[in-house]
């Protein structure tokens, strides 16, 4: 922005052609000061400076070698950096060791002996303490000093920055210190009820003062940046790009923030980071996950991707091996992961040829680079602008990292990717987007700069003046002797009204906004603008799809889809007419247009898994023993029935062993095969005491069923049959307590049974659910007639004259949610106010975004009556 001024500067006075000023920060200014020095051939001896990395590893190491125990070694190197880099500017690093009287100061004057020890030692110097040396050789007279050096936005320089400026002064240039000589803006303050309409507001006024001029300088200072930068981009998103809500904006966006993110952030390096780790050992699920779907990587089309991540959720654990990803791969069933597994070899091929001997950074760089490589880093597709910076500086990280070994000794492949990634964790990147007419700054960073509209957020009594914090490292005493920043509170307090003062005068007209609500929490604004007088808001930006879209819209409901063709095989069985029921659009979204909500990787046994096994191992004891009736099993003997019992559960526990991705532990094996088999026991125990004779006819039993149009795949758990030939359905059941009203009505909670008695056993007289639950066993049953099941219910002849009548009902109701479902029936219209509780469908439905509350629409159209028991 001072290039744009100096430039407009020129143009003003006639100019046609003028030099290109250098506009530097002061550390660029002395390092290219040093940086002459380095190559003048009549210097010797001028120590190369180290790289910021360089640094960072040197008191990393200092601290780690220390063996004081830390809760974040990293966290301590960064902060004695700090404490290094301020004691020189301040001038105090001399006298450190005198004022040493905490347990703190202490510690960080013994850090700052071995770091000097070892920067010595490799014969370099530090960004510390680059100003000093530049200073020295520039009061020597061995370095030409610039003939004219203009300087501004130094509203306090350090003590070491005015020693450097002075020796230049000495030497002969000519040094001016820009006064700021602009007039007081008019000032003005906005209130808001809290921080998230203080973004909107300040959005709003914005886009109003592009929208009056195009070409205006706006800028945003916020205080706290840091953490709020993806609010504020959101937000600004919202007011002057609304269409990037839909799709990647065609031009640029008209701001820019000064203060980027950490590198490893980016989706392109967080997604080398991902390969990197996934090479070291186990990862979390969800970050192999991330890597397999990353567009950065070859691991194939997009779908074909998508599909595998869902068989894979469903088989892994919450954490991930290179390893057991290539067993997935290999073990894939209704999806095509060879492109997965040529990727996933390629990495273990690395591995395995590669070792993870100790090598020299330099040498790691290169290897991580081919092992990137091998898996098509950075992809296939054309990379976009952010994206071609972002790799150019991925590829400048890793130089930097290789560079490392002039302060690092060898390390294994585990020590390289870490150290790797620590190094992109802290550096910060921004993509250059052009001259946008919107800054959005930090307080440092809008030092001494114009506008012609500026807007301070955070103006709340707690958020301005900033609180006074001193330097945990660095003796009190000093700080304050030195009137530091953060040591003295009257004097940040006069920093404060002077920075506040400073920004009133940087552009004609400034707005400072502040927050009366922190959730509970009253907020009064700053008393340093309390007398400012309230501005009033800005006209609402147009936002999100209203921009998008012409006008007027023409509201069309679409409720209905395409019907299927005659007698079609539906996928999902029951839980088709289920779904019908609870929901049309649910039942539409899973079964036509096969979507389905992602799994949750889990350690260990699921609670549906756990319930599958109990499934298991009574279908099998129920297929081994040679008569299936309650006599036989009640006159085998216990070492007998236990025996089978056990065999079974060995059966279903090798089964589901073998689907799952992670090893299920031995100790785990056997605590649930204990588990099992007691389970089963007393359940078998339950219906021999219980239940008078039958015969266990069908045994997980795969049958078509035909219901309507549809025809459904079902698989009846069991269905028995009593001495007098009667036949009763039942279904077991792991879960929470159900009610046989679940049954009964229009649009039934549980359609399974009913269906498989209309569609499959016409001629069966109950249907049950067979509840096998520790400390909880029992039939949950509806019956012709009571005694056919323990505490079976009849109280179905309170709405019907028959059994007969209430299966006519059942195959009614069925078949109309056969038809609907067939007819492309797909409202959303869910059943009751819990019914889209568990439901993962609503970012298809938006259920929520279209009546705002998803319950208060669910409960308007929630039937009279209890459904449950």
Known sequence: MLGQEFDAWQVARGRRVWETPRVLPFGAFVASLHDAAQHDPSLTGVRVPLAPAQEQALWEAVVEASDVPLASPAGAAQLAAEAWSLAHQWQIADRLRHYALTEDARLFSEWMGVYLRNVERIGATDRARLPDVVRALVSEGSLAVPAEVLVTGFAEPTPQQAALFQALADRGARLEMLADERPAGDCGRLETSDAREELERMADWV???????????????????????????????????????????????????????????????????????????????????????????????????????????RRSGRTMSLDRALAAVRSARDVDASAPRAALEALRAWRERVGSRARRLSEWAALLAEALRAIGFPGAEALDSAEYQTLARWQELITEFAALERVQGAVDLRGAVRRLAGLAVSTVFQPEGGDPPVQVLGLLEAEGLEFDHLWVMGMTSEGWPLPARAHPLLPLELQRAKRMPGAVVEVELQRARAALDRLARAAPEVVASHAARDGDRNLAPSPMIALWPAVPHAAPATRALTACVPAPLERVTDDSASALPDARVVGGGASTLADQAACPFRAYASHRLGADEPEQPHDGLAASERGELIHRVLARFWESVPQRTRSFVAALPEVERTAALERAADDALARMRGRRLDALGQGLLAIEKRRLVALASDWLQFEIDQRAEFEVSAIEDRRSLAIGPLSLNGRLDRVDRLADGRTIVIDYKTGAKGGVRAWLGPRPDEPQLPLYLVASEPDARAIAFARVRTGDKAFVALAEEEGLLPKASVDWNREYASWSALVDAWRTELTRLANDFAAGVAVVAPKRADTCRYCGFAMLCRLNERVGDVAAEARAMEPDGDDDE
């Open 207 to 313: 886009a109003a003062r592009l929208r009056a001029n195009p070409g205006a300088r706006i800028g945003i200072v916020v205080p706290d940046l840091g953490a709020r930068r993806r609010a504020i981009t959101r937000s600004l998103d919202a007011a002057l790009a609304p269409g990037a809500l839909l799709a990647p904006p065609d031009r640029p966006r008209p701001y820019t923030v000064s203060l980027g993110t950490s590198l490893a952030d980016t989706p392109l390096v967080a997604t080398a980071l991902r390969a990197l780790r996934f090479l070291v050992g186990e990862v979390d699920f969800e970050e192999a996950s991330a890597l397999l779907r990353s567009p950065y990587v070859d691991f194939g089309p997009a779908p074909a991707r998508a599909r595998f991540d869902m068989e894979w959720r």
